[in-house]
């Protein structure tokens, strides 16, 4: 297990710093995800995409919504992390994502900053 990857599996979770946080990169779960919507759910998607074809005034809010929660409920939507990988990632992010240390502002002479 790599230190830019504290979880590998069941899903692998890669932690990157950004100038204002991480970002966790969840792709190998992202493509489970799309492959159980195109193999389990196309009846679905289907359906979600009937509803935004057909022209309706618009009322606030949209027809297909409904139809988009009950897909989300049938989904895997959470993440599982296990064991010791829970404390790594939990290790991970907290390294990555401490207090930066922000440059000094260089003054000129004369003691102004510039």
């Known amino acids: 297990m790599s230190a830019?990857?504290?979880v590998t599996g069941p899903f692998r979770i890669s932690v990157e710093a950004i100038p204002t946080g991480v970002t966790?990169?969840?792709?190998?779960f992202v493509e489970a995800l799309v492959l159980d919507l195109v193999t389990e759910h196309a009846d679905a998607l289907a359906e979600i995409l009937d509803e935004q074809a057909e022209p309706r005034p618009h009322d606030g809010h949209r027809a297909e919504t409904l139809l988009v929660e009950r897909l989300v409920d049938e989904l895997a939507t959470k993440l599982p992390?296990?064991?010791?990988?829970?404390m790594a990632l939990a290790d991970r992010i907290r390294a990555v994502a401490g207090p930066k240390a922000v440059p000094q502002q260089r003054t000129a002479e004369g003691g102004a900053a510039a």
């Open 4 to 6: 830019d990857t504290p």
């Open 81 to 86: 992390v296990y064991g010791g990988q829970c």
């Open 24 to 28: 966790l990169d969840i792709s190998q």
